[in-house]
């Protein structure tokens, strides 16, 4: 898609376009951008099952016209006995990526559903979760067209994900995986979907799906237990907020990394840089990146366990400090690695310019690859983040949360407009979104332009790898490769439009009502307006 479309009545924009056709038809009948956007991660959850389910964690943002922005955080703490000592008792020396000790951490995804819906309510919002879950029931019941991306994220890690219990008899045809464009059907989810329209959200955590889950996974070998999905909450929190020239940027707070994405829009914006895709640009984003990730790397986690505020590190003279510390023509060193994600971003503006810019994530491809055969429903795997050592800022408790990758945007711009955005790419996603908003909105181009322009990434890693080059894709001009390897970047040229470099997307409002929308031609995505 080379053009902008604009809309009027709303616009929703998600991963895969069904997704999106979904949260558009609600939108039709009447309903607000909190319910389009819940019907559109229900779909989200069945038609792009390696990045998003029932089974992880959401984070909100939620903004009314004339009223300050809202952030929901729908994420899970470890059980009450996932410690480390566990993980010592089978003789590892990490929380690993794959299997039943990797679902270790609460599925908070649906708890958000829940507040979202009661933010819904006082809207006047009153449409039933059976047409909210009516695609996503159909989708995996009768089936969808499996995509490109789901093959090659199963084809990636299909050797350990084929081991973990419940996996091959999901997503696997006589133990082999299913080629694009092949029928998948979900029953067991579909009828999962069904039972939480019938009795309510919180049967996932206190009812018969609480304790089929539970069961499933004692079976399988997971240390969580009924209880710990019994005492979860989702959380009301208040966002994090910079003030730019251009307007006020919202994201989500700790135990997400939203703080660095603060952080590297102001630092770059004491750069005064306003050539895109020049090596100022990058090596200005690049070495602001890494002032940020200095920052998270060192404080960020469960916001219960963190001795300073996040709000200290966006006084404008730590800020000034930091933007003074970047050499504007050498690399500082970067030794710390970073790790993938696969994630689900979805907006939706609708007629009344009420706006939500949400992400609900698996982790890695697939999350832990465990799923639970009473219910359809994948674990993620985001207990991974989690450190064995207890002197380490991420390190693994009881009840605790871990750090988050996941960080939806918002920005209320000075001259009326309001922007969502957001982007899968774990470690890299801070960078993608900056990379959008520096485009579209400092530097004023079109938005499917800065969605679809040329990305790059610091340190982003493939399926659980580590790395800590600069990715770029092999659409920069030669002159300005050879200046940032010159300026002492690791370069890693990558093909053009790769979504290992983020599936993003972004919805725009005008003051006078009209939405511009942009989906990533890296994903099976679309913008969907009416």
């Not at 047409?131 to 350990?160: C, I, K, P, W």
């Not at 790397?297 to 219960?304: G, K, Q, S, V």
Request: net charge neutral; with cysteine; hydrophobic share 45%.
């Amino acid at each position: 898609m080379l053009n902008t479309p604009m809309s009027r009545r709303g616009m929703v924009v998600a991963p895969h376009h069904l997704a999106a056709q979904a949260g558009l038809a609600i939108l039709r009948e009447g309903g607000n951008a909190i319910e389009a956007a819940i019907a559109a991660a229900a779909a989200s959850a069945v038609v792009y099952p390696h990045m998003n389910g029932l089974g992880g964690d959401g984070f909100w943002l939620i903004a009314e016209p004339g009223k300050p922005p809202v952030s929901i955080d729908g994420s899970g703490a470890a059980g009450g006995k996932v410690d480390a000592d566990l993980y010592r008792g089978h003789r590892l020396k990490a929380v690993p990526l794959r299997g039943p000790l990797a679902a270790a951490t609460v599925a908070g995804a649906v708890s958000g559903w829940q507040l979202a819906l009661d933010v819904s309510a006082h809207w006047g919002g009153g449409m039933g979760l059976d047409r909210l879950f009516e695609d996503a029931v159909h989708l995996a019941r009768d089936g969808f067209a499996v995509t490109r991306h789901q093959v090659d994220s199963l084809a990636r890690n299909l050797s350990v994900l084929r081991k973990s219990p419940g996996f091959s008899a999901t997503f696997l045809n006589r133990n082999k995986p299913l080629p694009v464009g092949a029928i998948h059907t979900q029953p067991r989810l579909a009828e999962t979907f069904e039972r939480l329209a019938e009795v309510g959200l919180d049967d996932f955590y206190r009812g018969d799906i609480a304790r089929a889950l539970a069961e499933d996974l004692k079976a399988a070998g997971s240390p969580l237990k009924a209880e710990d999905l019994a005492r979860h909450r989702g959380m009301r929190r208040r966002p994090l907020s910079l003030g730019l020239p251009a307007g006020t940027v919202f994201t989500t707070a700790p135990p997400t990394q939203g703080l660095a994405t603060l952080i590297l829009l102001g630092v770059f914006q004491r750069l005064g840089i306003s050539q895109p895709d020049s090596f100022a640009w990058v090596h200005g984003l690049a070495e602001a990146t890494k002032l940020a990730y200095r920052v998270r790397n060192a404080h960020l986690t469960d916001p219960h366990r963190m001795s300073v505020h996040a709000t200290t590190y966006l006084t404008d003279h730590l800020l000034d400090r930091m933007a003074g510390e970047i050499d504007p023509a050498r690399a500082a060193h970067w030794p710390h690695p970073a790790q993938d994600a696969d994630t689900a971003w979805i907006g939706v503006i609708d007629g009344q310019g009420r706006a939500v810019s949400y992400i609900q994530s698996l982790f890695h491809a697939f999350g832990s690859g465990v799923v639970s055969p009473s219910t359809g429903i994948v674990w993620h795997n985001r207990a991974s983040s989690f450190a064995l050592d207890p002197a380490h800022r991420n390190a693994l408790e009881p009840r605790r949360k871990p750090l988050h990758t996941l960080a939806p945007a918002l920005a209320r711009l000075k001259d009326g407009r309001t922007l969502v955005w957001g982007c899968m790419g774990g470690d890299a996603q801070p960078q993608v979104v900056s990379q959008i908003f520096t485009r579209a909105i400092l530097l004023g181009q079109d938005l499917q332009e800065a969605v679809s322009a040329p990305r790059f990434a610091l340190g982003r890693g493939l399926d659980g790898r580590i790395a800590s080059d600069l990715k770029l894709e092999a659409r920069f001009s030669p002159q300005v490769v050879e200046a940032l390897a010159a300026a002492g970047h690791q370069i890693t040229e990558v093909a053009p439009f790769d979504p290992a470099l983020g599936q993003a997307g972004a919805l725009l409002r005008h003051a006078g009502g009209t939405i511009e929308g942009a989906a990533d031609p890296r994903s099976d995505g679309a913008a969907a307006g009416w």
